[in-house]
């Protein structure tokens, strides 16, 4: 039986991407988001405008789409309570984000060079989209959809099919963000520091479970 119901939040499932991105004195910058659909050679991107990474992408229309692998949660999950906007905007400070300039070395990920933008890719992610931005679009309230055009994709070779140019959806397991919580393979793979800084109710009633030792 169907229940009628206001849904709070509409985040039934869409993988992990670090966005790197150029800031304005050139260093770079590194965020996670899964606010991301693609259809043909084309990504739209979805994320607050206040937000660092907006700032950067439409002021230098480029960026790297990284995509973690399931085994990558941990890695996500350092990033997740960081920002690259000096100050910390206060909606983002009260959630206990910090400032951290230096997001690569946070999450002790390593740069590697693009071949078509300026930007650096995250080594450690199976798969790796350069893209320049093609349009921004109002979407919602204090937000905007970002459509960006792949000019360049970098796979291990391992995830292809071999003797194709096509990722075998057998041995690629991306990590996908579930009402603010990780998963991989089906299964919760991760504890995540995004949902406690969101108050999500299922964190409480997961506290509520866990028996005292």
Same mark, same amino acid.
């Given at each position: 039986?169907?229940?009628?119901?206001?849904?709070?939040? @509409?985040?039934?499932?869409?993988?992990?991407?670090?966005?790197?991105?150029?800031?304005?004195?050139?260093?770079?910058?590194?965020?996670?988001?899964?606010?991301?659909?693609?259809?043909?050679?084309?990504?739209?991107?979805?994320?607050?405008?206040?937000?660092?990474?907006?700032?950067?992408?439409? %002021? &230098? %229309?480029?960026?790297?789409?990284?995509?973690?692998?399931? $085994?990558?949660?941990? =890695?996500?999950? @350092?990033?997740?309570?960081?920002?690259?906007?000096?100050?910390?905007?206060?909606?983002?400070?009260?959630?206990?984000?910090?400032?951290?300039?230096?997001?690569?070395?946070?999450?002790?990920?390593? /740069?590697? *060079?693009?071949?078509?933008?300026?930007?650096?890719?995250?080594?450690?992610?199976? =798969?790796?989209?350069?893209? %320049?931005? &093609?349009?921004?679009?109002?979407?919602?309230?204090? *937000?905007? *959809?970002?459509?960006?055009?792949?000019?360049? *994709?970098?796979?291990?070779?391992?995830?292809?099919? /071999?003797?194709?140019?096509?990722? $075998?959806?057998?041995?690629? $397991?991306? @990590?996908?963000?579930?009402?603010?919580? +990780? +998963?991989?393979?089906?299964?919760?793979?991760?504890?995540?520091? @995004?949902?406690?800084?969101?108050?999500?109710?299922?964190? %409480?009633?997961?506290?509520?479970?866990?028996?005292?030792?």
């Amino acid at each position: 039986m169907h229940v009628r119901v206001d849904l709070k939040v @509409l985040y039934f499932g869409t993988p992990v991407v670090l966005i790197s991105s150029r800031n304005e004195e050139g260093s770079a910058n590194l965020a996670p988001m899964s606010s991301a659909w693609w259809l043909g050679q084309s990504c739209m991107l979805g994320m607050g405008n206040r937000s660092k990474t907006m700032a950067n992408l439409v %002021r &230098e %229309r480029e960026c790297v789409l990284n995509l973690a692998s399931s $085994d990558m949660a941990g =890695v996500v999950d @350092l990033l997740a309570p960081l920002t690259g906007a000096d100050p910390v905007p206060e909606r983002k400070a009260a959630k206990g984000y910090r400032f951290e300039a230096d997001k690569f070395g946070a999450a002790g990920v390593t /740069p590697q *060079a693009s071949e078509l933008v300026g930007v650096p890719r995250v080594a450690e992610c199976p =798969v790796q989209l350069e893209c %320049r931005v &093609e349009q921004v679009h109002p979407f919602g309230e204090g *937000a905007s *959809a970002v459509e960006v055009r792949v000019v360049r *994709a970098h796979v291990e070779e391992r995830l292809l099919i /071999p003797g194709t140019d096509y990722v $075998d959806p057998i041995g690629w $397991d991306p @990590l996908i963000m579930k009402f603010c919580e +990780f +998963f991989g393979g089906g299964r919760n793979v991760h504890a995540s520091t @995004l949902a406690s800084a969101w108050q999500m109710p299922h964190q %409480r009633l997961r506290e509520e479970a866990t028996p005292i030792s």
